[in-house]
């Protein structure tokens, strides 16, 4: 059959794997990743669908499974399955409006992270000073350490949170334009840029679903 149907790629993201909208019930993030990759051979074997992946995406996501103790067996899965390949980074190009609007987005956000350094400043200057100590032997964080914890979580957001920013995400948009692919993620950054690059994509959660019915579809999912 496959040869019958033409061709569709995805590149997968990290957060395809990690996150639990992938799961069922009670499932395992182990389990849930196996019966992902299942789905990705089938896919390919049936539909003459690939699946891809940067080396720096294959890298992070191969840590983290590691991190959690997931068994060698869905490593050899993932490696069999999932197509390594580094983005052709020479020669994909990328329209000039796109770099513009990122210079432009970054400049906003630096200016956000001003802002919400200023107001964590403004908060310490008016703590006195029993605010600079612990309010108990059990509290190890005082009022001024709080302002700042408060502080980096407001930064975080405003300078990252949905925003490109880090190489293995770009990676994938090159790889995905490359080969006129869909992106599969979770990250509301990387959905975001992939509407800037005319990308399809799928939110991870949906991607097994997805392919379910790509499979039921054509009848491959009726076969005992």
């Keep these: 059959m496959s040869g019958s149907l033409p061709r569709q ?48 995406i294959h890298d992070e996501l191969a840590a983290m ?61 008016q703590l006195g000073p029993d605010d600079m100590t612990a309010d108990g032997p059990n509290d190890y964080m005082t009022a001024a350490d709080r302002v700042l914890s408060n502080m980096r979580d407001k ?22 334009r490359e080969l006129d692919a869909g992106v599969v993620t979770e990250d509301r950054g990387v959905v975001s840029w992939a509407d800037e690059f005319g990308l399809r994509y799928v939110r991870g959660g949906q991607f097994p679903t997805l392919l379910e019915e790509y499979l039921r579809a054509t009848g491959v999912g009726d076969r005992s």
């Design 9 to 56: 790629r995805f590149v997968l993201d990290t957060s395809l794997f990690i996150t639990e909208e992938i799961r069922r019930d009670d499932e395992s993030l182990e389990a849930a990743v196996r019966r992902l990759l299942d789905l990705v051979a089938t896919a390919r074997l049936e539909l003459n669908i690939s699946c891809y992946m940067p080396p720096s």
């Design 65 to 125: 499974l590691r991190d959690r103790d997931v068994d060698a067996a869905v490593f050899s899965r993932l490696d069999t399955w999932v197509v390594r390949k580094s983005p052709d980074r020479y020669g994909v190009t990328i329209p000039a409006n796109i770099v513009y609007d990122f210079i432009d987005e970054m400049s906003d956000r630096v200016d956000r992270g001003l802002r919400v350094s200023e107001e964590a400043l403004r908060e310490v200057e």
């Design 155 to 176: 930064y975080r957001r405003a300078l990252r949170q949905g925003v490109l920013d880090s190489r293995e995400d770009f990676d994938l948009l090159v790889l995905a």
